[in-house]
């Protein structure tokens, strides 16, 4: 496994969310980044954890940590555990009085969560050598994506994720 932290998420060139993962001990535009397609909900709930954006209700990531705090259990580790026919799949460890019990999520969630929770990140070593792509982030997009999400959340409204 390698511990990774979220480095950002994007828009591929069809307008779809991309979650991007990056090795905790690469710096940007060296190493690999593992891409992930996710939706914009989950695009939008991961960034607003990453960023500590404030929002006028809990996002149902937000209530997955309310509730496990409110049951004294808490979410220590997400892996993202193997790749099958293009699907990532997850796992979230959470530890509870009871002992440590692992429950599968979708990797968006499961990362979301651990966003909000201080949770840390994984990925199997064969997911990142299968999936993996050379990181050719610089600066200046790291820059240009955040100055979007700020204007994205300056114009979203709470209507907006009523579901």
């Known amino acids: 496994m390698v511990q990774v932290r979220v480095a950002g998420v994007a828009l591929d060139a069809s307008g779809q969310h991309v979650l991007l993962l990056k090795p905790v001990d690469q710096i940007p535009g060296d190493g690999m980044v593992l891409p992930i397609w996710i939706g914009q909900l989950e695009a939008t709930s991961i960034l607003v954890a990453v960023e500590n954006a404030d929002v006028p209700r809990p996002l149902a990531h937000d209530l997955m940590g309310l509730m496990l705090a409110a049951l004294d259990a808490s979410a220590t580790r997400v892996e993202v555990t193997r790749i099958e026919d293009g699907t990532f799949y997850a796992e979230i460890t959470i530890s509870t009085a009871l002992g440590d019990r692992i429950v599968d999520a979708r990797p968006s969630d499961a990362i979301a969560l ?40 300056d114009e979203v409204e709470p209507e907006d994720f009523e579901g």
């Open 114 to 153: 651990a966003s909000r929770v201080g949770a840390p990140m994984w990925v199997a070593d064969e997911v990142l050598a299968e999936a993996g792509v050379p990181d050719v982030l610089t600066e200046t997009d790291a820059s240009e994506r955040l100055d979007e999400f700020k204007r994205f959340l």
